[in-house]
């Protein structure tokens, strides 16, 4: 196990490049998508902000550093799990919230929020928790993680690519809506092929340690939705509404994590292995948690 800690996902230069451009083409696809008005709705319904931003970016993360402290994983892989928390939303989630009948225009602008409000909270969440912990401090004063360049990513892969794809729908939505029904799906093929190329060429590694995250993985998980859920009935929202925070907490850009992974720890094993199978579990879980849901009556 102590291995993992120095395991290595090798991932050249020009791969990580494309990485980042597909992951900003994603952002850029989802935010063709969004509207002043997404913004301007969640505003006038300030609880639900609250709930969203309270679920995923105050107690997921807090969450995950306290299962952390009680289990006491590998520090790598301690790592990952307070990466993945500390990332946004995913961009499916709001596929997912369609298929579950949840709410899908709240979910369209809680990612749109969350995404702007990651370009801090994911550095500060990230730096902050893994600080707090001794095991992944250690790892993080070996690499000499800078939070200001951790930010300048953050912004470059998410804030640009965002605005960007809100002025043009804005300005000619009709060119919008054409671009992002090539774009999302398009961006999401190229986004899986490139990780599943990068893992296809450290097979030995990932089938090495895979056992150590699977369970791990799929708990964290279980963990975000459940808790998104639990704090919007706290919160006296509606099922629909329910369902769609519990979505919004458990599907995260692990996307986002791998790329900040390969970019700041070099492919850090534990961290990479644990982001890259959330990435998949999540849909795994996300899909039939909407099938699930999408037979459930209830609205209120």
Same mark, same amino acid.
């Given at each position: 196990?102590?291995?993992?800690?120095?395991?290595?996902?090798?991932?050249?230069?020009?791969?990580?490049?494309?990485?980042?451009?597909?992951?900003?083409?994603?952002? /850029?696809?989802?935010?063709?998508?969004?509207?002043?008005?997404?913004?301007?709705?969640?505003?006038?319904?300030?609880?639900?902000?609250?709930? &969203?931003?309270?679920?995923?970016?105050? @107690?997921?993360? @807090?969450?995950? /550093?306290?299962?952390?402290?009680?289990?006491?994983?590998?520090? #790598?892989?301690?790592? &990952?799990?307070?990466?993945?928390?500390?990332?946004?939303? %995913?961009?499916?989630?709001? =596929?997912?919230?369609?298929?579950?009948?949840?709410?899908?225009?709240?979910?369209?602008?809680?990612?749109?929020?969350?995404? =702007?409000?990651?370009? +801090?909270?994911?550095?500060?969440? +990230?730096? /902050?928790? %893994?600080?707090?912990?001794?095991?992944?401090?250690?790892?993080?004063?070996?690499?000499?993680?800078?939070? /200001?360049?951790?930010?300048?990513?953050?912004? !470059?892969?998410?804030?640009?690519?965002?605005?960007?794809?809100?002025?043009?729908?804005?300005?000619?939505?009709?060119?919008?809506?054409? !671009?992002?029904?090539?774009?999302?799906?398009?961006?999401?093929?190229?986004?899986?092929?490139?990780?599943?190329?990068?893992?296809?060429?450290?097979?030995?590694?990932?089938?090495?340690?895979?056992?150590?995250?699977? !369970?791990? %993985?799929?708990?964290?998980?279980?963990?975000?939705?459940?808790?998104?859920?639990?704090?919007?009935?706290?919160?006296? @929202?509606?099922?629909?509404?329910?369902?769609?925070?519990?979505?919004?907490?458990?599907?995260?850009?692990? *996307?986002?994590?791998?790329?900040?992974?390969?970019?700041?720890?070099? &492919? !850090? *094993?534990?961290?990479?292995?644990?982001?890259?199978?959330?990435?998949?579990?999540?849909?795994?879980? %996300?899909?039939?948690?909407?099938?699930?849901? #999408?037979?459930?009556? *209830?609205?209120?």
């Amino acid at each position: 196990m102590q291995e993992l800690d120095s395991v290595k996902i090798n991932f050249d230069t020009n791969g990580l490049w494309v990485l980042n451009i597909a992951l900003a083409v994603v952002m /850029f696809g989802v935010a063709l998508g969004i509207t002043l008005n997404d913004f301007k709705n969640l505003i006038r319904q300030p609880k639900l902000v609250l709930v &969203g931003i309270l679920s995923q970016f105050i @107690l997921l993360p @807090l969450l995950t /550093f306290l299962v952390v402290l009680l289990i006491k994983p590998q520090p #790598s892989i301690a790592l &990952g799990m307070m990466m993945v928390a500390a990332c946004p939303g %995913g961009n499916i989630s709001n =596929f997912m919230t369609h298929l579950a009948k949840g709410n899908t225009a709240l979910s369209i602008s809680l990612t749109a929020f969350a995404t =702007f409000f990651a370009i +801090f909270m994911t550095p500060f969440n +990230f730096q /902050f928790y %893994g600080s707090l912990y001794e095991p992944t401090a250690q790892l993080l004063k070996e690499v000499e993680l800078s939070p /200001f360049e951790l930010v300048k990513l953050v912004t !470059l892969i998410l804030g640009i690519p965002l605005v960007f794809g809100m002025v043009v729908r804005n300005y000619n939505e009709k060119l919008a809506l054409k !671009l992002s029904k090539i774009l999302r799906p398009l961006s999401i093929i190229i986004f899986a092929a490139i990780v599943v190329i990068a893992f296809s060429n450290n097979l030995d590694v990932f089938n090495a340690y895979i056992h150590h995250v699977l !369970l791990l %993985g799929i708990s964290h998980n279980i963990v975000a939705i459940t808790l998104g859920f639990l704090v919007a009935s706290l919160f006296g @929202l509606s099922f629909k509404n329910k369902k769609t925070i519990a979505i919004e907490t458990g599907i995260q850009n692990s *996307g986002l994590g791998l790329l900040l992974i390969f970019t700041f720890f070099n &492919g !850090l *094993g534990g961290m990479a292995i644990l982001a890259a199978f959330w990435g998949i579990w999540h849909i795994i879980s %996300g899909l039939l948690l909407a099938f699930y849901w #999408s037979n459930k009556n *209830g609205n209120s």
